[in-house]
Every structure is written in structure tokens, then in C-alpha cells.
């Protein structure tokens, strides 16, 4: 059931609303075949645990005993923020723009993991404040900015309600853009200060104290913790978001790319399409989704736990156990990379091993 706060303008209901109604659970039937096969395997039951449990969601997912994850694709939403002006991050702004080269160029920590995984990087101008019109111009990014960054939202609203739609849109343009040549998808996301409106997003949506879920983000030391802490409290004060209605938690506190990372999940989930989501910005832009149409949930993959501490509150709120805790923060969509050979892993422990019966192996199954 839907917020019954979310209510779209006329010209909003077609394209949202239709792509909402694309959404339904993962398949019983198919979850229950799957089940049963791993049942039989030639192992003790349920020996390879979270991993199977993964096979059954991917069953369900595409309705499939034999899930396609082959064409895998980490999409990077970038986009700036107004808040940076407060101190919240130590780098500049003007990083953004430099890691989206970077990622162009092959040389950033998701490149390196996504080659490994065998995965394709596709990267998103939502919002930076760079004119990166020559990457767009060459191919080598998608264009869907919204802004030049968001506005500070320690002193107002973070975007307009029509421009927080259309971020979300955005997303799922860039999903049903992606769709015919992916299997799964990886969220990822660069924005210097991000984590601050990630941080006000996962506040706002627990109700969980500012100082229990505020981290540390690019290394802030203890005094730059606690302006940062103040900065995401004086925002919640101002601005008030509602937390039964995403888009106005996304606008009044949220970023561009977090709103494409909340429409790439609704996009993906509207294909039957996995998602494994990253850190805690991708999380942050997970719970718009869910908020926005909770059956995305069924299809979302919690990729890692960071570092990050209001990280948790965030999969306590989705109701989902991430699939590593490596006690990493980069970020970009390199704990979604990495989980994608775990997603391999589980397809291959559903189509490749052998049953008792398929391996003539007679007598009770080992307990």
C-alpha cells in the first residue's frame, strides 16, 4: 500500500503510476521450485546458507530456475550539494566532476572492481555543478540533470517537490534505457557531501536520533562530526519533511542522484530486474523507493554494511540482511560490484550442482 501522503500531479500519474503497476512480488511458484531443488542438493541442508537463501530470491525475481545474471551493470548517479557549504565533507565540491573522469577514464575503485566482476559502468549526470556537456557529447555518460546541485537544505528546501519527481523519473528512464541489455543491475553514487543528505534521508525516515546515524563520511575528525550532526539536525527542523511521503523527504533534504538511484530501483524492479544496492547513499535513495512503492523491496539486494553507522538503521528499516559486511565507505558502487560475484555464485549453486537423485546417491540426506 502506498503513502497515502504521495500524491502526483495529473501530468506525474501516467509515467509514475504505470510504472508502479509494473511492480508485483517475487513469483511463489518459482521461489518454491527453487526451494526444493536446494533441498536435494548433494550437501547437507542448507549448507551454503545466505547463498542460497540469494538463489530463491533470484528465482523469484525472474521467474526462472535458471536466473540470467550475466549482463551485469553498476549505474553511477552523480550529482552535487548546496549543504557542502557547511563544512560536512573535506574535499570541494569541484571532486565530483574530477571522479566522473575518473570513472570515464577506467581509473576509480569501481572500475577496477567492476572489470573483475565482469561488469559494464555506466555513469549518470543527475546534478553535478560541472558542464560535463564534452562526456555527454562523446557518449561516454548519460544526461539527465536536473540542476547545477541542490540548494543548501540547512537553509531551506533541498529542491523543489516537481524537481524531486523529476530526479526519480530520471531514474527510471535511465532503468527502462538499461533494462534490454542487463541482467543486474549495481547502484552506485559520487556527490561530495552526500552522505550528510543520506544521513538527514535515514533520520527523518526512522526517526532515529541525528547523532546515532551520523558518521564520519570522507574522514571527518571529531569536531567536523559534530557540525555535521548539527548541520543534518538544523535541517530537519527547517525543513520538516514528512516521512510517510518520499518525495517530500527527498526534496526537502535529498540529492539529485539519491532521487535517479530511487527511480533506477523502481525502474529496475518494474523489469523483474535484481538490484543490489550499495552503500549508504544507494540505501538512502532505496528507502525513497520503498517508501515510494514498497514492493520494490522484493526485489532489492543489500550489496554490503558500511562503516557508516546510521547504515544499519537503514536495512532494519527495509527489513533486509546485506549480503557482506566488509567494513568498507568508498562508496561509487563497489560493494555492489563485489557482490555480484556472490550473486554468480548463488546461480551457480541452483543450476550446477547436483541433486541425490541427479548423482545416483542413495540413503538419507546428511543432516
Known amino acids: 500500500m502506498r503513502p497515502k501522503s504521495f500524491q502526483p500531479r495529473q501530468e506525474q500519474v501516467n509515467f509514475l503510476e504505470a510504472t508502479f503497476r509494473k511492480i508485483f512480488p517475487q513469483d511463489t511458484e518459482y521461489r518454491e ?25 533470484l528465482a523469484g525475481i525472474t521467474r526462472s530456475l535458471k536466473p ?7 549505474v553511477v548517479m552523480a550529482g552535487d550539494h548546496g549543504v557542502t557549504a557547511e563544512g560536512v565533507s573535506r574535499y570541494p565540491s569541484e571532486v565530483t566532476a574530477q571522479m566522473v573522469y575518473n570513472f570515464v577514464n577506467g581509473g576509480a575503485g569501481i572500475n577496477a572492481l567492476a572489470r573483475q566482476a565482469g561488469a559494464e559502468v555506466t555513469v549518470v549526470d543527475m546534478g553535478t555543478a560541472a558542464d560535463l556537456d564534452d562526456l555527454v557529447k562523446a557518449g561516454k555518460i548519460i544526461a539527465r540533470k536536473i540542476g547545477n546541485g541542490t540548494q543548501n537544505m540547512a537553509h531551506g528546501p533541498a529542491m523543489t517537490r516537481t524537481h524531486a519527481v523529476m530526479a526519480v523519473e530520471a531514474g527510471i528512464e535511465v532503468a527502462n534505457q538499461l533494462a534490454p541489455e542487463t541482467d543486474v543491475f549495481g547502484t552506485g553514487d559520487m556527490g561530495i557531501g552526500n552522505t550528510t543528505p ?35 539536525e538544523r535541517a530537519l527542523k527547517i525543513n520538516r519533511p514528512d516521512p510517510s511521503d518520499g518525495i517530500d523527504v527527498l526534496s ?33 535513495g532505496a528507502l525513497i523507493a520503498y517508501a515510494l512503492e514498497p514492493f520494490v523491496r522484493d526485489f532489492i539486494i543489500c550489496a554490503h554494511r558500511s562503516v557508516e553507522q546510521g547504515h544499519r538503521a537503514m536495512h532494519e528499516r527495509l527489513g533486509l540482511r546485506p549480503l557482506m559486511d566488509l567494513n568498507m565507505r568508498l562508496g561509487e558502487g563497489t560493494g555492489a560490484a563485489l557482490a555480484m560475484n556472490l550473486v554468480e555464485a548463488a546461480v551457480a549453486v541452483l543450476t550446477e550442482v547436483a541433486t541425490f537423485e541427479e ?3 542413495t540413503g538419507t540426506p546428511v543432516e
Do not use: N, Y
Open 33 to 57: 521450485k527453487a526451494r526444493a531443488r536446494l533441498e536435494q542438493l548433494t550437501m547437507p541442508h542448507w549448507a551454503l546458507g545466505d547463498l542460497m537463501d540469494l538463489a530463491v530470491d
Open 68 to 74: 540470467p545474471v550475466k549482463r551485469k551493470r553498476v
Open 198 to 232: 543520506s544521513t538527514a534521508i535515514v533520520a527523518a525516515m526512522t526517526g532515529a536520533p541525528v547523532a546515532e546515524v551520523t558518521g564520519r563520511g570522507t574522514g571527518l575528525d571529531d569536531d567536523q562530526l559534530q557540525q555535521k550532526i548539527q548541520v543534518v
Open 252 to 284: 526537502k533534504v535529498g540529492g539529485f542522484e539519491i532521487g535517479g538511484i530511487a527511480g533506477l530501483i523502481i525502474g529496475a524492479a518494474a523489469h523483474r530486474k535484481p538490484v543490489l544496492v550499495d552503500g549508504f547513499i544507494s540505501t538512502a
Open 359 to 361: 548423482a545416483g546417491v
